[in-house]
């Protein structure tokens, strides 16, 4: 079993950033795709990045491109998402996941409230 906790959610004005943080109970996490998705009250959970195992390849959703990063330290079994230029319609709450291929993740953890205010 491998348990997400995430991590570096809040309250920040919009055009700000933030930096998520995705810890993994284990080191076999590394072999495993990354990703963030998120769920905005009234909404459907939305894409918003994902990387492979090794860093090499990373998908970003394109309501966030060229605004956040996803990355990761296979040496810390955490992953990243840098926001930046943040937008009100970014708030939500953000969850990490991981899984063996692009679009079936089997692990989730249990998100972090992202709030931008305007």
């Known amino acids: 079993q491998v348990q997400l906790v995430e991590s570096g959610g809040g309250l920040v004005q919009a055009g700000g950033s933030l930096r998520l943080s995705c810890a993994a109970s284990?080191?076999?996490?590394?072999?495993?795709?990354m990703a963030w998705f998120r769920q905005a009250p009234g909404k459907d959970r939305e894409f918003v990045a994902a990387?492979?195992?090794?860093?090499?390849?990373?998908y970003s959703g394109e309501s966030v491109k060229g605004r956040f990063t996803i990355s990761r330290d296979n040496a810390k079994n955490t992953v990243y998402l840098q926001m930046n230029s943040l937008k009100p319609e970014d708030t939500a709450v953000y969850y990490c996941?991981?899984?063996?291929?692009?679009?079936?993740?089997?692990?989730w953890g249990r998100g972090t409230q992202v709030t931008v205010s305007s």
């Open positions: 996941a991981a899984g063996l291929t692009i679009g079936s993740y089997k692990y």
């Open positions: 284990r080191h076999t996490i590394s072999t495993n795709i």
């Open positions: 990387i492979s195992g090794s860093g090499g390849t990373t």
